[in-house]
């Protein structure tokens, strides 16, 4: 294995939770439930702990749990301008390492909108993130329709992370959602953005999927008896002709919480070796399990010798302008 020090990752889901994103919460009566660690770090200490773990560079994930959208339009475009804000502020202290994602004040369709405009133009976001469902609409939702037609133009880098699903408290599991929720409900949210015709109809989204995309690479062979036995008027495969296939390799993929052989054979063998990126899902995770992951990605075959390099950083460098210095 490399030495962490020989590292150089450019990592895609880095997680931060800033003051101004909590006071926000606060303002709109929510609260963030997300596990306490190291939530408000300064720039700095952000720097600090990505060296430490062999991270060059990081996009980050303003959002817990917690979400946007509490009910409120007002104060749910009020919380995504605030959180924006911040996160320009603290990646201008180094910004040939840090980026960050916008958020959305969805399902407020106007307001994303706007918001999209500000959050790329002014602030210089390096894309948006979406959560995998607010308010009960799940991303590729029709609904939402204007705002893929704007990030289509813009050919816009979207990253999808889990969000606690609103159906939890029938299950009668004791079990955290993240345990296994998450993941089914980024495989919700690509079925919906292939069945919906999402992808199809605006293909210059980058839809970049957390988690190894969940159950994703296990169910894609499934997702073709959506090619055979849809109800719908008018079915899938005359809406969709090009059918399920295309759209599997058209996904991005981050690695987070997803390193070991299995669920890389399964990632490898179904997605295009240039759409996966590392993550790393720091620090929602302990330093250990975050090093462990490492050690198990650097070492699994589908990235040996030359394999480790694309995902390491050079895909992500390839497609965050932001970084394109790192191919000179």
Same mark, same amino acid.
């Given at each position: 294995?490399?030495?962490?020090?020989?590292?150089?990752?450019?990592?895609?889901?880095?997680?931060?939770?800033?003051?101004?994103?909590?006071?926000?919460?606060?303002?709109?009566?929510?609260?963030?439930?997300?596990?306490?660690?190291?939530?408000?770090?300064?720039?700095?200490?952000?720097?600090?702990?990505?060296?430490?773990? !062999?991270?060059?560079?990081?996009?980050?994930?303003?959002?817990?749990?917690?979400?946007?959208?509490?009910?409120?339009?007002?104060?749910?475009?009020?919380?995504?301008?605030?959180?924006?804000?911040?996160?320009?502020?603290?990646?201008?202290?180094?910004?040939?390492?840090?980026?960050?994602?916008?958020?959305?004040?969805?399902?407020?369709? %106007? !307001?994303?909108?706007?918001?999209?405009?500000?959050?790329?133009?002014?602030?210089?976001?390096?894309?948006?993130?979406?959560?995998?469902?607010?308010?009960?609409?799940?991303?590729?939702?029709?609904?939402?329709?204007?705002?893929?037609?704007?990030?289509?133009?813009?050919?816009?880098?979207?990253?999808?992370?889990?969000?606690?699903?609103?159906?939890?408290?029938?299950?009668?599991?004791?079990?955290?959602?993240?345990?296994?929720?998450?993941?089914?409900?980024?495989?919700?949210?690509?079925?919906?953005?292939?069945?919906?015709?999402?992808?199809?109809?605006?293909?210059?989204?980058?839809?970049?999927?957390?988690?190894?995309? !969940?159950?994703?690479?296990?169910?894609?062979?499934?997702?073709?008896?959506?090619?055979?036995?849809?109800?719908?008027?008018?079915?899938?495969? =005359?809406?969709?002709?090009?059918?399920?296939?295309?759209?599997?390799?058209?996904?991005?993929? %981050?690695?987070?919480?997803? !390193?070991?052989?299995?669920?890389?054979?399964?990632?490898?063998?179904?997605? %295009?070796?240039?759409?996966?990126?590392?993550?790393?899902?720091?620090?929602?995770?302990?330093?250990?399990?975050?090093?462990?992951?490492?050690?198990?990605?650097?070492?699994?075959?589908?990235?040996?010798?030359?394999?480790?390099?694309?995902? =390491?950083?050079?895909?992500?460098?390839?497609?965050?302008?932001?970084?394109?210095?790192?191919?000179?």
């Amino acid at each position: 294995m490399k030495n962490l020090s020989d590292l150089r990752f450019i990592d895609v889901h880095h997680h931060i939770v800033l003051p101004e994103y909590q006071e926000a919460l606060v303002r709109s009566g929510a609260v963030d439930p997300s596990r306490p660690l190291r939530k408000n770090p300064d720039a700095p200490a952000v720097l600090r702990s990505m060296a430490e773990l !062999g991270i060059d560079a990081a996009i980050l994930n303003p959002l817990s749990v917690a979400g946007v959208h509490h009910g409120d339009d007002a104060k749910a475009r009020y919380l995504t301008e605030k959180t924006n804000e911040a996160l320009a502020r603290f990646v201008s202290h180094a910004p040939e390492k840090l980026g960050f994602f916008a958020t959305l004040p969805l399902p407020d369709v %106007d !307001g994303a909108l706007r918001q999209l405009e500000y959050a790329l133009d002014t602030l210089h976001a390096d894309g948006v993130i979406l959560l995998s469902s607010q308010n009960g609409f799940y991303v590729g939702d029709p609904a939402f329709t204007p705002l893929y037609e704007e990030l289509h133009r813009r050919s816009v880098v979207a990253f999808v992370h889990p969000a606690s699903p609103a159906y939890v408290p029938t299950l009668r599991l004791k079990m955290w959602a993240a345990y296994i929720e998450y993941p089914f409900e980024t495989t919700r949210v690509a079925a919906n953005l292939i069945y919906n015709g999402v992808m199809a109809r605006y293909p210059n989204i980058k839809w970049i999927l957390a988690h190894a995309g !969940g159950a994703l690479p296990y169910l894609s062979v499934r997702l073709r008896l959506m090619e055979e036995s849809d109800r719908e008027v008018p079915p899938f495969i =005359e809406r969709v002709p090009e059918g399920v296939a295309p759209y599997l390799k058209a996904l991005y993929f %981050d690695v987070a919480i997803a !390193g070991g052989a299995a669920p890389m054979a399964a990632l490898t063998e179904m997605a %295009d070796p240039s759409h996966i990126f590392y993550g790393s899902d720091w620090p929602y995770l302990e330093r250990e399990f975050v090093t462990d992951q490492i050690a198990s990605l650097v070492n699994l075959p589908q990235f040996a010798g030359e394999r480790l390099e694309p995902m =390491e950083w050079r895909n992500a460098a390839q497609l965050f302008s932001r970084f394109a210095a790192k191919l000179r």
